[in-house]
């Protein structure tokens, strides 16, 4: 064999390399998730109604808006800020297809920086997607990074530094949406989904923006609330009525540090009338120290590798055979943002927030998560829509 | 063998027969309630709001000192370990100042005639590092009696301490429950 | 000039910079005569092809 017909053999094998991998690249970029919002609909808007700075960008997220027409208060809940968190857009979404608001307004998006969303982290051998078992068949979402994909935001700055406070940052850090809020209208990409998301916050007067996410139990802060000053008392008793009527493992409560700028729980609450809160579950996935990176361990939260690092009492929460299964994370995130709005009420009872047809924790660990996300495909069209 | 087994019934009913007097004389927690933290946890919060919805005065400030002791009225103390490294950085303070103020407070609270708790309410959450460890050995090494939830004491680690240093022990299930042992 | 329209022609010139590796990495992948080399250079072309096709 020549050196010529060795090299075109190379070639040859390299280029289909290529081409299998940008496919299944290609594959993930392009999924569209499908959303059946529930029946009490009242608008589906765009990021790009609240402010042109996400117009035309991959990161002009759909906007989900479920008003009672009975005067009260305003959540606003944000999924997908870290799409590696897969429990915080379905918890997102469970809202999304089941809500039906009795008193005030919901807001929900599900996937808040898309463009994180359309790529798994380099390096990591994520799966690309994720399944939930239903009723009428299998539901697929996008896995995704931490961050922004580097083909929607590039390059990255040296520093990141932080607006308006200045502070310095990692500089992958600008492409995180729990590093931008408030953000700004000239900023880059995830700087710019911030300010858009505080447009809304802003416009339509929230009094409460819960931001869910997911932690590696090697984390310090896990299983847990982080609220702005100015939701305390409230996070306190959710915190503890959680943990004594409907958690086995406890839910605890941090102040969210004044000087750490960027995140949701401190700049939401600063730059709007709003409190700002963030609700953390145990993901194993996370952890560096994880085994066999799957769907499988995804889904399942089980890992003998945490497991043993619980073992050296080397975790912040406990582990064991049964894991953190995701539909486990699922009710915690859902009855923990339902916990709040109860408390909510009972202290602001003018701002109440009532919202019906929301699975309980007992049903979620009961039933799965599969039964509260309806067919797309049986669904009336109106009500379909795609993340 | 027998022996032994025989001792070790007799040394387990004697710590029954000790646990049930240490509760036994745990005298009663009387209000109003003053609440701090020494950590910049949320647990004083917590605690002011158990007691705020079962009908028990409570006032919290989680930087109480003891020279502001002076214009209160309360007939007790309670302070929370357990530590918050967001907390203690957004108030600008350390485990080592906070150990200060507290031990500081809680002096000046028994001279005043108040009863001094030291509480751990978090949970095993709260007892994972050696900033944990020196705010929870403070607290309760300064207190008359000692309040926690079954998960802080899920190791037995309080009931031990108490035992040991012949402190009365209120142990209650959880949080939300604090609020009815303060009545 | 603000910080979206630079950063934009600072990732336009990324591109560059990557078809300029590609390149080079086609001209030596062309020119070795060694059969190791050829599949290196032949692997190490990969990223750079799909950064251009915008696929990662
Ligand atoms: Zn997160």
Redesign the pocket.
């Known amino acids: 064999m020549t050196i010529r017909t060795a090299k075109a053999v190379i070639l040859l094998i390299a280029g289909g390399c290529a081409a299998v991998a940008g496919l299944l690249f290609k594959e993930h970029r392009e999924y569209r998730e499908a959303v059946v919002v529930s029946p009490y609909i009242t608008e589906v808007k765009k990021l790009s109604d609240y402010s042109d700075s996400v117009k035309d960008s991959v990161n002009d997220a759909n906007v989900y808006i479920f008003d009672s027409g009975v005067p009260g208060g305003t959540a606003v809940l944000i999924g997908g800020?870290?799409p590696e968190?897969p429990v915080a857009n379905m918890s997102a979404q469970i809202f999304t297809e089941n809500v039906k608001p009795l008193q005030g307004k919901v807001i929900v998006i599900n996937r808040i920086n898309r463009s994180a969303s359309l790529g798994t982290r380099m390096g990591e051998a994520y799966p690309r997607f994720y399944h939930v078992k239903t009723p009428w068949g299998t539901k697929k979402w996008r896995y995704g990074d931490r961050v922004a994909s580097p083909l929607d935001s590039w390059p990255d700055p040296e520093v990141y530094i932080h607006y308006p406070s200045g502070q310095n940052l990692a500089y992958m850090d600008i492409r995180n949406a729990?590093r931008t809020w408030p953000g700004r209208p000239d900023g880059l990409l995830a700087e710019r989904t911030c300010f858009a998301a505080m447009e809304l916050i802003r416009k339509e007067k929230a009094d409460v923006v819960m931001d869910f996410?997911?932690?590696e139990l090697e984390y310090a802060v896990e299983n847990t609330i982080v609220v702005h000053e100015k939701g305390q008392p409230v996070a306190a008793m959710a915190s503890m009525m959680l943990t004594s009527q409907s958690f086995d493992v406890p839910i605890g409560m941090e102040f969210s540090p004044k000087a750490l700028h960027g995140l949701s729980h401190r700049e939401i609450g600063d730059h709007s009338h709003a409190v700002s809160y963030l609700a953390e579950v145990a993901e194993p996935m996370l952890d560096r120290i994880r085994g066999i990176t799957d769907e499988e361990l995804l889904m399942s939260g089980k890992d003998r590798f945490v497991m043993k690092a619980g073992e050296h009492k080397l975790l912040y929460a406990p582990i064991d055979e049964n894991g953190w299964p995701a539909h486990k994370r699922t009710a915690r995130h859902v009855t923990t943002m339902m916990t709040i709005l109860q408390v909510h009420n009972m202290l602001t009872p003018d701002k109440a927030i009532i919202l019906d047809g929301i699975p309980s924790y007992g049903d979620l660990m009961d039933n799965g998560m599969g039964q509260y996300f309806a067919d797309p495909d049986a669904s009336p069209a109106e009500r379909v829509f795609f993340d | 063998m027998k022996k032994n087994a025989t001792a070790l019934f007799c040394l387990c009913l004697a710590a029954l027969l000790f646990a049930g007097m240490a509760s036994a004389e745990a005298p009663k927690l009387e209000g109003p309630y003053l609440v701090t933290t020494c950590g910049q946890s949320p647990g004083a919060v917590m605690l002011r709001m158990s007691a705020l919805q079962a009908g028990v005065q409570a006032e919290h400030d989680n930087a109480l000192s003891a020279p502001a002791l002076a214009g209160k009225k309360a007939k007790t103390l309670i302070v929370t370990a357990g530590t918050s490294m967001k907390g203690m950085g957004a108030a600008g303070t350390n485990v080592n100042k906070e150990i200060e103020r507290c031990t500081a407070l809680m002096e000046a609270a028994r001279s005043a005639g108040m009863t001094v708790v030291g509480a751990h309410i978090e949970g095993m959450a709260r007892r994972t590092d050696s900033s944990d460890e020196a705010s929870i050995e403070a607290v309760m090494g300064a207190a008359d009696i000692i309040l926690v939830v079954e998960d802080s004491d899920s190791d037995g680690f309080f009931t031990r301490y108490a035992g040991e240093h012949g402190k009365p022990i209120v142990k209650v299930k959880d949080a939300l429950a604090i609020g009815n042992a303060l009545k | 000039m603000d910080l979206i329209m630079s950063n934009s022609v600072a990732m336009i010139l990324y591109y560059f910079i990557t078809a300029f590796f590609l390149l080079a990495l086609a001209k030596n992948f062309l020119a070795t005569k060694s059969l190791q080399e050829a599949a290196l250079y032949g692997i190490i072309m990969i990223p750079f092809v799909l950064r251009l096709l915008r696929l990662k």
Do not use: F, I, R, V
């Open positions: 800020t870290h968190e729990n996410h997911e932690a």
